[in-house]
């Protein structure tokens, strides 16, 4: 029996794992702590090719420039948003409803055909923690045997070296992350300026930075596991997502039972090693079925694959497959829940593109100053408005008001000249309109309209010009 099985018997109130309780938290309410051994195969490597591409991919979004700003730059103090080329100013929030509801009808769609494939293979949680993390504490301690061993074994030299060189370097790349997390926020010139400055001149930011590294550092030095098993909800959510169709990882009953030794007459394919528990980073074993806390992370089919191989038995006992195909049932992919998963993925899709397409390189906004709704004086009727215009490029714009389906007589103040807005800028001018009561017919609907002096777009608002009733003798 390996590592992680035998790691969890030693625990007095540790049971062999079950369905009916999590695994990693035991009957008195501790947890005990995972030792997953290694295992090499075709999926340890694809996962690794594809997790070292993603942190890189992940890491080197603030340093990409797109239209010369970073892919990926979350600009909170002057509320600008730039995502891979497009720039959302505060006004354009509107977005993420379209944005949230894509990605929530992507991520059923894909569970519903494939399972839980993002937590295995794309999380971040899981990358940093299998393919990071994990991977520090193999080099510095060893394999899993020799992890549980130092772990029980009484403090001495050995031990304190060992720990005191891991957690540092747990620190230290809990650090990093940290500090390119924040770029996202504020750019990486602003973050060397910090890290190059004493932390007297950015008490804030220094003390967030500290506090995330260490809330970093706790989740993968001690959480680990707990945060898919306890905190995440989508282990939970898959059981509404999933269907017996679903393309998960499972184990072949029909081929592996009744387990029993190599060679033994009428015994399955599955030997009762438990190599596929001791690799499992929750401590599951997927011979009972799809659990909650499987993250697909694919260790127990390579693990299971190697036992085959040394076996010389065919592959596949643990593999990709359906319910129904391990019971050798027809698999459907087309089914009601995924025709419905897709036609809402594809509606939010199209009404996405179309409200990305309507974002212009400006913001105009027109509102109604505060105090009386009109102001009569002599023999004019005045109405004051705020028009606020944020500027989203990155270069000084000049910018041309104009008012349009205004009745004749209509007489305008402010904003009559071009106006020039730095870059990421945001201005806000008064405009003043005027109506004599000889050409005052009653309250009536304008357009402002706002472009750049190169015409390239137009902006329009409509608003209402308010007065007293024309039936009333005004003078």
């Not at 505060?90 to 944005?99: E, G, I, K, R, T």
């Not at 295995?120 to 549980?148: F, M, N």
């Not at 184990?251 to 009428?266: N, Q, V």
């Amino acid at each position: 029996m390996q590592s992680q099985h035998r790691s969890m018997q030693t625990h007095p109130h540790a049971t062999a794992p079950t369905r009916d309780s999590v695994t990693t938290i035991l009957s008195d309410g501790s947890r005990p702590f995972m030792y997953p051994s290694d295992t090499r195969g075709t999926f340890t490597t694809a996962r690794r090719i594809v997790a070292y591409t993603l942190i890189v991919f992940y890491l080197s979004l603030p340093w990409i420039k797109i239209n010369g700003y970073p892919a990926v730059f979350l600009d909170i103090a002057l509320r600008r948003f730039h995502l891979f080329g497009l720039t959302f100013a505060a006004q354009d929030m509107w977005l993420l409803f379209f944005v949230i509801t894509g990605l929530g009808f992507t991520l059923f769609f894909i569970t519903a055909l494939l399972g839980r494939v993002w937590c295995g293979w794309a999380c971040p949680q899981t990358i940093y923690l299998e393919h990071i993390y994990r991977r520090i504490e193999v080099l510095v301690e060893g394999d899993s045997l020799k992890r549980r061993a130092l772990d029980e074994a009484p403090w001495n030299a050995e031990k304190i070296s060992k720990r005191v060189i891991k957690h540092g370097l747990f620190f230290i790349t809990s650090l990093i992350l940290t500090h390119l997390f924040l770029a996202y926020f504020v750019s990486i010139r602003e973050v060397w300026k910090m890290i190059t400055s004493a932390p007297t001149e950015h008490w804030g930011t220094f003390v967030f930075i500290m506090a995330y590294t260490g809330l970093t550092y706790y989740i993968f030095c001690w959480f680990r596991e707990q945060i898919c098993i306890v905190i995440c909800p989508y282990g939970r959510l898959q059981s509404v997502l999933t269907d017996d169709d679903t393309i998960t990882i499972g184990y072949d009953s029909l081929r592996g039972e009744p387990r029993g030794k190599a060679g033994a007459p009428g015994a399955g394919d599955c030997i009762s090693c438990n190599r596929c528990v001791s690799v499992c980073p929750t401590g599951i074993d997927i011979r009972q079925g799809l659990q909650l806390e499987c993250v697909g992370c694919t260790a127990c089919i390579d693990a299971c694959d190697n036992v085959m191989d040394r076996l010389k038995r065919s592959r596949g006992l643990i593999r990709y497959a359906s319910q129904n195909k391990l019971l050798r049932k027809p698999t459907r992919f087309l089914r009601p829940r995924v025709i419905l998963y897709g036609f809402f993925l594809v509606i939010g899709a199209s009404v996405a593109s179309w409200a990305i397409s309507t974002l212009k390189p400006a913001n105009l906004g027109v509102t109604r100053m505060v105090g009386a709704p009109y102001i009569m004086d002599a023999h004019t009727i005045r109405n004051q408005y705020l028009v606020r215009i944020v500027n989203k490029r990155n270069t000084s714009t000049q910018f041309l008001v104009h008012i349009k389906n205004a009745p004749e007589g209509l007489v305008q103040s402010g904003l009559t000249t071009s106006l020039e807005i730095p870059a990421l800028s945001e201005v806000a001018a008064p405009l003043i309109l005027q109506q004599t009561d000889t050409t005052y017919k009653g309250a009536f609907l304008f357009t402002v309209e706002l472009e750049d002096s190169t015409h390239s777009f137009l902006l329009k608002r409509t608003t209402e010009f308010l007065g007293p009733d024309p039936q009333f003798n005004l003078k």
